[in-house]
């Protein structure tokens, strides 16, 4: 049984900060969201690293957005439920289309410099789009660009106050009302951050998995909370493995932008052969899960751990250009991109599921609300069409400071509940349990799952529930019990779907089921899992 909290405290004890609002994280989502709820509110950023540190930082493609004369609505939105496989929300598609371009306008006021050419922003195609619609910036770097931007805007607003290093254990609740989190602070002392709203914006999961291209501090800890808070978590089985993650000895596993793809990279196996026309009629610009799938199937056959991604077709003068951080990272490995093909393998990358929420990012907690990765919004489905999601994080960001405008302040806070005191000593040290969690995940719930193996994988999850009985005090144990809640999670509503759908793919199941599974499987911690049926638009 997942408890309630991870720590034990005394309330009472524990000293309390105000703020109007508390932000948690600090990617596109949370550094977005703090500045525009600055413009009247006093803001609280937690991070448990850095202000520069997160997976927008490491967004190499860039964020899509109706810009061109010659693409529409019509057209992203098509494009956008056409990848997301029928468990799209259509509303949310809707405002994601519509107000995404006056929010990326936004950014651009707010410092971020894209790329331009002839005087026009410059855009770029990826898989599954229809038209170019894909701002970047410095070629490869623009979530470097976007988060440098926003934190230095953060950093000198006088309503922000940033916590680097501090780590949320949990939100604290009451009767369904979320009064904030309980922090660790650097010295391992706790804090009680109280304030009127509180929104997560926490990132992703990828960490869930050996192979990902997310960085360290992807541990599903806003999922987690959330979840253990009473919010409703939806939609986790889908979960996005980027076809195209360098996979070479002795490098680390570096993502290689859908973005080469769009600009006219071809995918080969180990014979040197174009295989992508046997799958889909988009070639290498298929939908992601579309490519991963292609590129498993292909190792197989020809019984390689990976294939390659080939550009050297285009001149050297453009590709130093266009993608300067890829060149420059896999030349430190000796590949060069405008002479070499480079070796790639699907790894995990974006979770489309997370904390459920309605369309101006509320949850079913009240006074909580979650954007960015963490959260599900219903706008990416089972697989994410490339470069939304930097769009999601600031339109639904948008949206949370409207709603939050119209928000009591709390007052009064209550008296809450010290939580159970635990005795049990931690026995085996917390890497081990990683490691042997991320290689539970990669062979059971990896990108081609059976029920056997999801039912195997289960069992093995449940053996390390233990902890929950256990003192944790370090960072990483909190970190690691966030990762398992996910995990069973994950696990459990890969097992319940019997359909291959996105970023689900069953071998035992290998078809789609519209007839039975087009609906969301939510979970819940006082209810259990909840099937959510889609109505038809």
Known sequence: MIPRYLSDIDFKETPRVYADVIVIGVGIAGLFT???????????????KSLLESNTRYAQGGI?????????????????????????????????????????????????????ENGELALTKEGAHSQRRILHAHGDATGFEIV?????????????????????????????DCYGALVQKPDGTKVLALG??????????????RYTTNPEIA???????????????????????????????GAPRFLISEAVRGEGAVLRNIKGERFMDRYHPQLELAPRDVVALAIVSEME??????????????????????????????????LDLTTDWVPVAPAAH??????????????????????????????????????????EAIVFGRRIIDEIAKLDPV???????????????????????????????????????????????????????????????????????????CAMLTMQAALRREESRGGHFRIDFPERDDLVWRKHIVFNREHGVIEEHIDDV
């Open 34 to 48: 703090a500045i525009r709820a600055a413009e009247t509110k006093k803001v609280l950023m937690i991070t448990k």
């Open 64 to 116: 899509a957005a109706v810009i061109s004369d010659e693409d529409s609505f019509a057209y992203h939105r098509q494009d956008t439920l056409i990848a997301g496989a029928g468990l799209c929300s259509h509303d949310a598609v809707e405002i994601l289309v519509h107000e995404g371009p006056e929010c990326v306008r936004e950014l651009i006021r707010m410092g971020t410099q894209f790329d331009f």
């Open 148 to 176: 440098r931007a926003l934190s230095e805007k953060a950093m000198l607003h006088p309503n922000i106050e940033v916590w680097d290093d501090h780590f949320v254990i949990d939100l604290i609740t009451q009767d369904n």
């Open 196 to 209: 009127d709203a509180t929104i997560l914006c926490s990132g992703g999961a990828g960490q869930l998995y």
């Open 219 to 249: 541990t599903a800890d806003g999922i987690s909370i959330a979840y253990r808070a009473g919010a409703e978590i939806r939609d986790v089985e889908f979960i996005q493995f980027h076809p195209t993650v360098l996979c070479y000895p």
């Open 301 to 334: 056959l020809t019984k390689s751990t990976f294939i390659y991604i080939d550009i050297t077709h285009e001149s050297a003068e453009k590709i130093k250009h266009r993608f300067p951080t890829i060149y420059e990272q896999c030349l430190k490995y000796g």
């Open 350 to 391: 974006y979770m489309m599921g997370g904390v459920k929420t309605g369309l101006h990012g509320e949850t079913s907690v009240n006074r909580l609300y979650a954007c960015g990765e963490v959260s599900s919004t219903g706008v990416h489905g089972a697989n994410r069409l490339a470069s939304n999601s930097l769009s």
């Open 411 to 485: 007052g009064q806070t209550p008296e809450f509940s010290s939580t159970t005191h635990r005795l049990e000593q931690l026995k085996q040290p917390i890497v081990e349990k990683r490691l042997k969690l991320q290689k539970i995940m990669l062979r059971y719930a990896g990108l081609v799952r059976t029920a056997k193996g999801l039912e195997k994988g289960h069992e093995e999850l449940c053996r390390q529930l233990q902890i929950f009985e256990s003192i944790l005090t370090k960072r990483e144990e909190y970190e690691f019990a966030n990762l398992l809640t």
